[in-house]
């Protein structure tokens, strides 16, 4: 079993920042792409920003610039780091890692953690 645990959200004013942590955690699996994605009140859930195993990240398009996605395979956990935050950015923000099991791969979801942009 898989968890994902995130951390970091919060209410933070226009033009702030925030770090988003998503730790994994089990036995017996090797974690490939891990990501950010989130969803607004009303709207569906969008990806963020993802990482390969080997550190290369892709960007919405609406965050390029403003947010940078990381990670540390030794401790399976991933960042993002969000600078410049706009009101538009409030959503749900959800961590997912795919695993690879016995030659199977999965895709897990974490719990969510609110950010909220406002003045």
């Known amino acids: 079993q898989v968890q994902l645990v995130e951390s970091g959200g919060g209410l933070v004013q226009p033009g702030g920042s925030l770090r988003l942590s998503c730790a994994a955690s089990g036995r017996g699996f090797a974690i490939g792409p891990m990501g950010w994605y989130r969803q607004a009140p009303g709207k569906q859930r969008e990806l963020v920003a993802t990482i390969t195993s080997r550190g290369i990240g892709n960007y919405a398009d609406s965050v390029k610039g403003r947010c940078t996605v990381s990670r540390d395979n030794a401790k399976n956990t991933v960042y993002l780091q969000m600078n410049s935050l706009k009101p538009e950015d409030t959503a749900v923000y959800y961590c997912?890692?795919?695993?690879?099991?016995?030659?199977?791969?999965?895709?897990?979801w974490g719990q969510g953690t609110q950010v909220t942009v406002s003045s």
């Open positions: 997912k890692a795919t695993t690879f099991i016995a030659g199977d791969e999965y895709d897990h």
